[in-house]
């Protein structure tokens, strides 16, 4: 370079690699149709596409010791929680197998909490706009090179599973009509079957009396009663 004394000796080495496509399991109608590949270097281009930020990480590790695969933890440096940040890189060093397997399930499973507990502990995405807006929430996006095209974000919370890609892209009042839209179907589905249990079996008095004879005519043909 003019005015440098010095030489940049930069790899340049590349091979065959998918294409980047339209994200197949979190597909949208607005917003960008480019996801994550199996690359490892595609996957940092794509994430820093979104996040010019110049406190953006990229700490590498290299998981399995003998297959010595390129895992990287990205976050931003003056967002993300110290704790978190610290506790994320103590579980990854404590990961300890010959290979990693060509699945970030084997890396969810080392690091989270408790494979005991039935709700996702750490979310998976193939959208790299969803994991640069994780990114700015003080979280942290686990990649591994040469893995099926899916992030890990970490930590996460219950509402983070009822979040669409979508609601980014759409005005602030609807986005968020959405999102208590899902929370109220979600309640419906986990408690309906149980009060329509509880008011058929234990308490038939509260039901009117037309709505009792109905529900007690469409169960005619049914063997089973509603509890055993």
Not at 18 to 37: A, H, L, N, Y
Not at 65 to 89: M, Q, T
Not at 161 to 168: I, N, R, V
Not at 177 to 187: D, E, K, Q, T
């Amino acid at each position: 370079m003019n005015g440098i004394n010095k030489v940049f000796v930069i790899e340049t080495q590349g091979w065959e690699k998918r294409k980047i496509q339209e994200p197949v399991t979190e597909s949208v109608i607005r917003g960008p149709r480019e996801g994550f590949v199996e690359d490892l270097r595609t996957n940092i281009v794509l994430i820093r596409r979104y996040l010019q930020d110049p406190n953006l990480r990229l700490k590498t590790f290299q998981i399995g010791r003998r297959s010595r695969k390129d895992l990287v933890v990205a976050y931003i440096d003056d967002i993300i929680h110290p704790d978190i940040l610290k506790e994320v890189i103590r579980r990854i060093d404590s990961i300890d197998m010959d290979d990693a397997p060509e699945s970030g399930g084997f890396i969810e499973q080392w690091i989270e909490d408790s494979f005991l507990s039935p709700f996702p502990q750490i979310l998976n995405t193939e959208r790299p706009d969803k994991a640069s807006a994780a990114l700015l929430q003080g979280k942290v996006v686990i990649m591994l090179d040469g893995t099926p095209p899916f992030g890990l974000i970490a930590p996460t919370t219950f509402g983070n599973t009822l979040q669409s890609p979508e609601d980014y892209y759409e005005r602030w009042t609807i986005g968020t009509l959405l999102r208590v839209l899902r929370y109220i179907a979600a309640f419906i589905a986990i408690f309906l079957p149980s009060l329509y249990i509880a008011l058929v079996s234990y308490h038939p008095g509260m039901i009117p009396s037309d709505l009792a004879f109905s529900i007690a005519a469409s169960r005619e043909g049914v063997p089973f009663p509603p509890i055993c």
